[in-house]
């Protein structure tokens, strides 16, 4: 039974319950539909670790920058990813530290260290290093997003000699993809 109440607002009640409660209640329910998929789905690894709470998720405002992006979903940006997809031969880290993967960015590669200490002395008050994924979303999504904006990962994937023709196509698809993420987000 839908109702117009005459309050001299434009609220309308359903069986007695105010429109605001049925559309939280809709969109908690739309939100847990969606948390179930992304449970459930095999798609999308990579971003499940930063953002395994899609409600978590969408309260973040953060403007998602491409490197941003890129680290976050494991797509492109790294030596693992374009060896991967056999853009280049090796998967491997200029610094020595074995394969140039999101994680070994994040925790290991010691061409980062001034930019992880830095990353580190912001958040150590109060939490342990390291700090899994999720966790520096949810609690350090500012420091996380100025480490990763202080890094200059296509330097980094280009430290190593590559040919001309693979530099330039590494160059292209970072372009392309720039696009595609700024599109997506
Ligand atoms: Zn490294």
Redesign the pocket.
Known sequence: MLAKEATGTDDISFNGIPKNEIIHQLKDQSIAKWQNQWDSTTKGLGTKQFFPNIKDRLTKKNKLTPNFSAIVSAHGKSKAYLHRYKIIESPD??????E?TVE??LY?????QKEENKLISNISNQYMWPVNKSGLVNKHIKHITQFINSIDIER?ILLNKLTTVRTILIKVLMYLQNIQISIST
């Open positions: 880290c200029p610094c020595n530290g074995g140039q070994h960015l290991d590669c010691i061409k980062l980094l």
